[in-house]
T-cell receptor, first 111, second 113 residues
Framework: DAKTTQPPSMDCAEGRAANLPCNHSTISGNEYVYWYRQIHSQGPQYIIHGLKNNETNEMASLIITEDRKSSTLILPHATLRDTAVYYCIVRVGAAGNKLTFGGGTRVLVKP | DGGITQSPKYLFRKEGQNVTLSCEQNLNHDAMYWYRQDPGQGLRLIYYSQIVNDFQKGDIAEGYSVSREKKESFPLTVTSAQKNPTAFYLC????????????FGNGTRLTVT
């Protein structure tokens, strides 16, 4: 699986959009971009994933650049409950294929 | 509700004892996984299984063993050979659909003294 690079930490203001960057310059054509988050002492929570088109669901939006070498997770209106570690992962989209986690970004939402 | 159940949430053992962590899922997923997380670190893959009666070693399998006799269950045994067993253990599962995401349980925190 390709490696990803994320900033170790970032702060954002409650009610504002949080934009979380991820660099995956060595991604290959059959690898998807997945985002998870982990709140302290809980299991990671799946947020969203995509291949090359932008994706949106009830939790977030995922913007993938045209060359697929980077992506941005957008939390449109951050709340205090969004404080967590966010992981960007690239993974071959084969059934049963494993996820390889990096260090993630520690996001602190401030009032 | 469908989900993944890990039990117990906290587990304490003496050094030299084997201990088995439970993971059960009712999502009808074929694939299951075990990860380990140390304080302030990301997750590392221990073992994974893509189908019943089959499993593969992950990146840090030494000192661990698994079985997959039933689709719903994927227990992990931490043996006395594991040098640093104290950690947070997470179980996950995923479906067979292409790019099906992993879903995680809430983990078992194992402390060995």
């Amino acid at each position: 699986d390709a490696k990803t690079t994320q900033p170790p930490s970032m702060d954002c203001a409650e009610g504002r959009a949080a934009n979380l960057p991820c660099n995956h310059s060595t991604i290959s054509g059959n690898e998807y971009v997945y985002w998870y988050r982990q709140i302290h002492s809980q299991g990671p929570q799946y947020i969203i994933h995509g291949l090359k088109n932008n994706e949106t669901n009830e939790m977030a939006s995922l913007i993938i650049t045209e060359d697929r070498k980077s992506s941005t997770l957008i939390l449109p209106h951050a709340t205090l409950r969004d404080t967590a570690v966010y992981y960007c992962i690239v993974r071959v989209g084969a059934a049963g294929n494993k996820l390889t986690f990096g260090g993630g970004t520690r996001v602190l939402v401030k009032p | 509700d469908g989900g993944i159940t890990q039990s117990p949430k906290y587990l304490f053992r003496k050094e030299g004892q084997n201990v088995t962590l439970s993971c059960e899922q009712n999502l009808n997923h074929d694939a299951m996984y075990w990860y380990r997380q140390d304080p302030g670190q990301g997750l590392r893959l221990i073992y994974y299984s893509q189908i019943v009666n089959d499993f593969q070693k992950g990146d840090i399998a030494e000192g661990y063993s698994v079985s997959r006799e039933k689709k719903e269950s994927f227990p992990l045994t931490v043996t006395s050979a594991q040098k640093n067993p104290t950690a947070f253990y997470l179980c996950a599962s995923s479906g067979t659909a292409y790019n099906s995401p992993l879903h995680f349980g809430n983990g078992t925190r194992l402390t060995v003294t």
